[in-house]
């Protein structure tokens, strides 16, 4: 019998800081102290805190230690888990709100304001054994459905709830089911699953996969009851090994458990699920495109109607539904659908998960009620904007979406709201960016983005998207001209207008948004030359003041390509055909002489 | 998987598990003092039976907590039970027979036992 527990996060972000070597340091030295059958280590998924990773929790007390390594592991066994005293310094440092000293990590602004939905298991519970799922309640809601509920009573229930796909284009979950219900028991269905996380620094879909995969499956198997599936299919990327991982373990022990398989529950219900692994394009995360490669063909979209519900896989009627779309189902299921629509906007019910990312303090994995404000997310969950930088604007959706600029910074976040400022709700990433960010420059990373992605099956797209990076590279290299914006804008609305798919009609997004609330900045680059956060380099010039310069030659010296020359004593110069803008004088001189303008 | 029963059933077993780790307000709190004198006095074996006896007697909002020495070495093993709105209290010299006359008398039954405490001790 355990007496204790030790929850290591076992996450990709923390275990790309070697959390795996911290679990593996806690196994061995707690047999060490001979407590290897009171002590239970357990790895789990995204604690949400990736910012202060490892993540190490010790249950019962839920003490938080941060940044983890094994020699700290050694030093917490030896201390709490042997002594029982708490070990203060690797604590998280962040202040709780409770005055008592609670050492409740609850308390902590990071989490108070989160309500964890779709996460509720991620960091609770070893991912790799169902019997943890089934401790926290899992498998029940499909066990209610199968054994209470007819199909239709499932559909009208996650209707009733409101729940919204949580990929991006948010359409309600449970229209998508209905329509896909005709026919049950007569013609071959589909269900799939959406794991193909595709916008660069988004990762709440992996978390859910590596923290609670059952969670997903569980869902799956509801939604083929409801629509009358006996198949489903779950399209992750080949990226993401850790989720793979445990997906396979997490489809075996339910097959295992008779939870996916035949006469699930004694209902006469058969379900299974296989995986497809992506290779990572991001094409591939639009429905149609990612059915075409489920079927083993290239992933390449086509025109919709019809649509999935319709025809989909193998031309057969298919619902495709997100990771944290399913996620949400079966607390839906088990708590009832008033339950989860009190939570959320008018439009909007439920929580969202986004990842947070980019220049914020509390970098990692929050889950919020909907309509939470962009500033509660940001100065009181994330921590604020680092090292204390003014905050300019958050980019939600990836190279779909838009930037919110600080005018909104109040705006209750739901779809339509998000929506309204030409930006999108996305499939949850949510990047800070401060005063040191280029809003140009920033547009053009994202269409390089889509440049590359673009699979190229549609002219607007392939050809549309890489004008449009040309117009803003030559607009970055201080070579663009004041009509180079409205011929950027009517490429960019022909582009929205005229793609066959997602990727191509939202590529324009970045643009679109940052010349709408930035334009000053792209005048500035186009007019006065000029990077006003000081990031374009090709507009840069770095300058030494003769009077405050000493000559005492360390920037001469560290200068990478010999551009700086000039007598000892004597004020130095920097010859600017030959500076690369790297910085490194600026950055070695003692007197403060080297400006960059 | 063939009945509800079935699956509720793994679920009861697996209580001890995930239970300890979600607390809140509500929580009796039982913490055993785990320092090196604690340990000498034999603290360990009345963590075991208190763990053992919450997990089997499916006492749900009962954790089972260690703490560092509070003071007290030469009263080692000592216990104390923290129940939401009560005062604390604090029962020394304890055995594992006696963890299981305090999870039943007083964590089941209600009523703290005064004989285990320090009034009662001889000093």
Redesign the interface.
Known sequence: MFHTYVLVCGGTGCDSNHSGEVIETFKSKIKEAGLEDEVQVVATGCQGLCAKGPIVVVHPGAVYYQEITPAKAAVIVDEHIVKGRVVDKYRLTEETADESGSLSINDSNFYKQQVRIALRNCGLINPEDIREYIGTGGYEALGKVLTEMTPDEVIQVILDSGLRGRGGAGFPTGKKWKFASGNRGKVQKYVCCNADEGDPGAFMDRSVLEGDPHSVLEAMAIAGYAIGADQGYIYVRAEYPIAVKRLKIAIKQAEEYGLLGDNIFDSGFNFRIELRLGAGAFVCGEETALMTSIEGNRGEPHPRPPFPAVKGLFQSPTILNNVETYANIPEIINKGAEWFSSMGTETSKGTKVFALGGKVNNTGLVEIPMGTTLREVIEDIGGGVANGKKFKAAQTGGPSGGCIPYTYYDIPIDYENLKSIGCMMGSGGLIVMDEDTCMVDIAKFFLEFTVSESCGKCTACRIGTRRMLEILTKITEGKGEMEDLDKLEYLAKYVQANSLCGLGQTAPNPVLSTLRYFRDEYVAHIKEKRCPAGVCKALLRYEIDPDKCKGCTLCARNCPVNAISGEVKKPHVINTAVCIKCGACMDNCRFGAITRK | ????AE??A??E??????G????DDDTT?IV?????C??AAGARPV??E???DV?EKGLKNV??????CIGMCEYEPIVEVFEPGKDKVTYVRMTADKADEVIEKHIIGGKPIADFTLSKVDI
């Open positions: 998987m063939k009945s509800l699956l509720k793994i679920r077993s697996m209580q001890g598990q995930i300890l780790r979600s607390e709190k055993v003092g785990m320092a090196t604690g340990i963590l075991n208190l763990v053992k997990n954790v089972v907590e260690q703490t560092g």
